[in-house]
């Protein structure tokens, strides 16, 4: 089952699969492997670190967080 995310402000931006964050609109929109979080473009970007249910850049900030 994929768990909900959410943005820094709480809004619902999508669903995320345990790899891939998924958009409202069904598109992938960034790739998380293993604790590091990257872009989908080519070639991709390591942009923040994923642990503990949220996914942060790489200066602190909030990009998402997952709920069941």
């Not at 790739?31 to 942009?47: F, N, Q, S």
């Amino acid at each position: 089952m994929h768990k909900q995310a959410y943005d820094a402000k709480g809004s619902h931006i999508g669903t995320f699969d345990g790899e891939f964050l998924y958009s409202m609109s069904g598109k992938i929109a960034l790739r998380v492997d293993g604790d590091e979080v990257y872009t989908t473009e080519i070639p991709c970007k390591c942009i923040g670190v994923y642990e503990s249910n949220e996914a942060r850049k790489l200066d602190g900030s909030l990009l998402f967080r997952t709920e069941e």
